[in-house]
C-alpha cells in the first residue's frame, strides 16, 4: 500500500512540474525556435522580447535575418518557426500565399491595429506649412515645401526600402496626377527615414516619409496623409489604377504548423500572445528614442512588464 502511494504521488509530482508556467505535458523539443529579425525596430526587439519569453519556459531560440515577405515561405519550408508581425497591407498577400500552398498557421492576432502610410510629422500641420493637410489633395499647391537637394526641383516623398512595397507609392503618384510635382525616394532602412525626421525638425523643412502605427513617433505626433479610401480591388496589383490609400488592418502572428506538436508550450504561448499600440510603441521607443540595442531594450522591456507577458505563459487562460 504505503508503494502504492508514493507511485501516486510521484506521478502527482511529474504532472505538477510538467505544467509550470502553463506548459502541457507534451515537453517542447530542445531544438531552436527560429526567429526572423527584420528591419524595423518594433519587429526586431519583439523578436528578443518573444525569445526571452521562450527562453523563460526552458526553450532554446536562435535568431535569423530573413526578409520580410520572403520570410513567409521560409515558414511554410520550415527554415523560419515564426512571424510575429504580419502587417496586413504589407504581407498579408504574402502570408495567405503561404498558407495556400500548405505549411503556415495562423497563429491570431495582436490587439494593436495597423496603419503604413505616408505622412508628416505633426508640426508641419500645426504650423501650417502646406495649407489643407492632412487632405492630399493639399500636395498640388506644396512641392517646394518638401524639395530636398535629390529630388531634382519636385517634392519628395521618402519610402521605406523597396523591398517593402514594391512600386506601391510611385504608381500612387502617378494615379493621383502627382507625377509632374513629385518624386518617389526609397530609404535603406527604417533608420534612414528617423533621421530624416529628425534632420527636418531641427531644420524646420517639410519631409513627406513613410511611417506606421504602432510605432514610437505616435508619442511625438504624426500626421498620415489622408488619401483616397482605400477598396478592395483599388490598387494597381489587383487591377485598379492604384490611386487609393492604404488600409488600416491587423497585425497577426504566423507559425510552422509543426510548432504546436514540436514546441506544444511554447506554442501555446505564442498563440496568446496580444501586444497592444503601446506596448508595441513603448519597444520601439526603447531604441528610436532612448537608442538601446534591441537586446537590450528587449530585457529592459520584459522586466518592467511582466505583468503583461507571464499572464501569456500561464495555464487557464
Not at 180 to 194: M, P, Q, S, T
Not at 200 to 217: H, L, Q, S, V, Y
Amino acid at each position: 500500500m504505503k508503494k502504492l502511494i508514493n507511485k501516486v504521488a510521484a506521478a502527482a509530482l511529474t504532472i505538477t512540474l510538467a505544467t509550470v508556467s502553463g506548459q502541457s505535458i507534451a515537453k517542447d523539443s530542445s531544438k531552436p525556435i527560429v526567429i526572423p529579425t527584420h528591419n524595423w525596430s518594433s519587429q526586431v526587439v519583439m523578436a528578443y522580447v518573444i525569445g526571452g519569453i521562450f527562453e523563460s519556459m526552458g526553450n532554446n531560440v536562435e535568431y535569423v535575418p530573413a526578409d520580410s515577405q520572403a520570410v513567409y515561405e521560409s515558414i511554410r519550408n520550415g527554415d523560419v518557426t515564426i512571424s510575429h508581425e504580419v502587417w496586413q497591407s504589407s504581407f498579408g498577400k504574402s502570408f495567405y500565399n503561404a498558407m495556400a500552398k500548405g505549411g503556415v498557421i495562423d497563429a491570431g492576432t495582436h490587439a494593436a491595429m495597423t496603419l503604413e502610410e505616408m505622412g508628416v510629422p505633426q508640426w508641419v500641420v500645426d504650423e501650417n506649412l502646406c495649407p489643407g493637410l492632412p487632405n492630399w489633395e493639399a500636395l498640388k499647391n506644396c512641392k517646394d515645401v518638401f524639395a530636398t537637394a535629390d529630388s531634382g526641383g519636385k517634392g519628395r516623398w521618402l519610402e521605406g526600402p523597396q523591398s517593402w512595397h514594391g512600386d506601391l507609392m510611385p504608381v500612387r503618384v502617378d494615379a493621383l496626377g502627382l507625377g509632374d510635382d513629385y518624386v518617389v525616394k526609397f530609404a535603406g532602412g527604417a533608420d534612414a527615414l528617423w533621421a530624416d525626421l529628425a534632420a527636418a525638425k531641427k531644420e524646420g523643412r517639410g519631409t513627406i516619409i513613410f511611417n506606421w502605427t504602432p510605432n514610437f513617433t505616435d508619442a511625438d505626433g504624426f500626421a498620415f496623409i489622408e488619401f483616397p479610401e482605400y477598396t478592395d480591388g483599388c490598387r494597381k496589383a489587383d487591377g485598379g489604377d492604384g490611386s487609393c490609400g492604404s488600409p488600416k488592418g491587423w497585425l497577426k502572428k504566423a507559425a510552422h504548423y509543426q510548432m504546436p506538436k514540436r514546441w506544444p508550450a511554447a506554442y501555446t504561448t505564442f498563440s496568446r500572445m496580444s501586444f497592444t499600440t503601446k506596448d508595441i510603441g513603448q519597444m520601439a521607443a526603447l531604441v528610436d528614442i532612448d537608442k538601446m540595442s534591441h537586446q537590450d531594450a528587449a530585457k529592459s522591456w520584459l522586466a518592467d512588464h511582466e505583468d503583461v507577458w507571464k499572464p501569456f505563459t500561464q495555464a487557464g487562460m
